[in-house]
């Protein structure tokens, strides 16, 4: 019930295109859903995150979306480009410090 | 403005020798946090710290490993005995003020390697 499940593991999009990420939890009591960028060889970023209150959050080209009945939540790059490509892990807490991560998408735009 | 600071970078210990991984939180934060990261897995929770307390160490294995964060100095992340399992990737995380701000900012990770 503690886990975040993230797919898909590995995406390829062409440069301008839209990435897709999705995450789905079990807990209910989650209520903080923030997205981490990792380039190889350094830590995770913080990019963009967002509370159950809210449908959607925009950020630039970067969006998330979340449905509260599915207990699921996405992050859209639109317009993605090759420096974009990076591993990006989805995180949900329960109204404390206790991350818990997903596994990643390793993703790779083509120029 | 500096952001969360680990050293060192890349440690390498032969089996059974101590590791000490060290962690600066970013200026104004009083919560650090140490994430493992096995390869191509996700980060998993270790412990949580403040100043000279151990709020939460749940993930933490319950031997071997022990994490402190002194009045002053860096938080330390210490692994006796080091086995080649333990070779992964360790993350600290500061956050100002547990309940005002969910937002961790991580470091760039100390790799340990385990021979």
Known sequence: QQQVKQSPQSLIVQKGGISIINCAYENTAFDYFPWYQQFPGKGPALLIAIRPDVSEKKEGRFTISFNKSAKQFSLHIMDSQPGDSATYFCAASSGTYKYIFGTGTRLKVLA | ?115
Not at chain 2, 34 to 55: D, H, S, T
């Open chain 2, 1 to 115: 403005n500096a952001g969360v600071m680990q050293n060192p970078r890349h440690l390498v210990r032969r089996r059974g020798q101590e590791a000490r991984l060290r962690c600066s939180p970013m200026k104004g934060h009083s919560h650090v946090y140490w994430y493992r990261q096995l390869p191509e897995e996700g980060l998993k929770f270790m412990v949580y710290l403040q100043k000279e307390n151990i709020i939460d160490e749940s993930g933490m294995p319950k031997e071997r490993f022990s994490a402190e964060f002194p009045k002053e100095g860096p938080s330390i992340l210490r692994i006796q005995q080091v086995v080649r399992g333990d070779s992964a990737a360790y993350f600290c995380a500061s956050s100002p003020m547990q309940g005002l701000s969910y937002e961790q900012y991580f470091g760039p990770g100390t790799r340990l390697t385990v021979t």
